[in-house]
């Protein structure tokens, strides 16, 4: 293990987050998450609650993806911090960001920040997110394109 990555149960959560990733369900989402999980987003106009809704946005949001690479993961007590880059299946733009996972004692995922950038980029995403998730989730956490 490099220095400054910290211990196993970083490992793991980034594992879980990252298989998540790859299979791209609502299960795989699911079974990484804490029961009161919290999704906060550059790409959110406010916090998704809650196992069902958390769950919806992740398996919503990695269908956008064409590829996604998480770098440079690094875990220090609770949290881990995964840098990345992506790219959208459809219209081929680009998106680099900072993921924190924060995971209780159990080691499940209770907490999710997802720093999007570039900012033209990040609103787009949010936009497609609301329209993929019209009626699952509520429309005031998107991005409504003029």
Do not use: C
Not at 7 to 33: H, I, L, N, Y
Not at 37 to 63: C, D, I, K, N
Not at 131 to 141: E, I, M, N, S, Y
């Amino acid at each position: 293990m490099a220095a400054g990555t910290g211990g196993t149960g970083g490992d793991t959560v980034a594992a879980g987050w990252s298989k998540a990733f790859e299979d791209r369900t609502k299960a795989a989402f699911g079974g990484t998450f804490a029961s009161d999980v919290v999704l906060e987003a550059a790409t959110l106009h406010e916090p998704v609650v809650g196992l069902e809704a958390v769950r919806s946005v992740m398996a919503a949001a990695s269908g956008i993806y064409g590829e996604l690479v998480f770098t440079d993961p690094v875990t220090s007590a609770a949290r881990t911090f995964l840098e990345w880059r992506a790219t959208a299946a459809d219209s081929g733009t680009e998106y680099r960001g900072v993921t924190v996972l924060t995971a209780n004692a159990d080691g499940a995922i209770e907490h999710i920040a997802i720093h999007h950038r570039p900012l033209g980029s990040a609103l787009q995403f949010s936009a497609e997110l609301g329209r993929r998730l019209d009626g699952v989730v509520p429309a005031k956490h998107f991005f409504q394109e003029a």
